[in-house]
């Protein structure tokens, strides 16, 4: 199994898209865009498979994928990020000098490359209401 783990502070790229970057201010000159991260890791595993979309056109997808994402309040470890969710589900609140601000995790078959989706959810609007937070992004295939 191979993992992907992307980590850094949410803004967007030059061309609006949703990107981390190491930086907290947003700024769009140093940011990688998550999407492209996704495309590139795939393309270089062999893991993008294609199939038949209306007349003639092919779809990229990932097969089998496993995808985690955490937003937190500061920039943190996936250990710490891990460990501010598993206080939150056991003790209702946070106990750590990290307040986790989201979670979201899919296990599906089938991660859309080119609409940036994972079993209908629209990953970039998803991820665009976390502007400004940190991120530990962690897809597993």
């Not at 990688?32 to 996704?38: D, E, L, R, S, T």
């Not at 937070?133 to 897809?139: A, G, P």
């Amino acid at each position: 199994m191979s993992e992907l783990h992307i980590k850094g502070w949410l803004g967007t790229d030059y061309d609006g898209m949703v990107a981390t970057s190491e930086s907290k201010d947003n700024s769009s000159w140093d940011s990688k865009a998550i999407i492209k991260q996704v495309e590139s890791f795939a393309e270089e595993n062999g893991m993008t498979g294609k199939y038949k979309r209306g007349l003639g056109g092919r779809k990229s997808y990932i097969e089998d994928v496993s995808l985690r994402i955490y937003f937190t309040d500061k920039e943190c470890t996936l250990d710490e990020a891990v460990e501010s969710l598993l206080m939150f589900q056991f003790s209702g609140e946070v106990k750590t000098d990290i307040a986790l601000r989201g979670y979201s995790e899919y296990t599906i078959t089938g991660y859309s490359v080119e609409d940036f989706s994972i079993g209908g959810h629209d990953l970039e609007y998803e991820m665009s209401n976390h502007i400004g937070e940190y991120i530990n992004f962690i897809l597993e295939c």
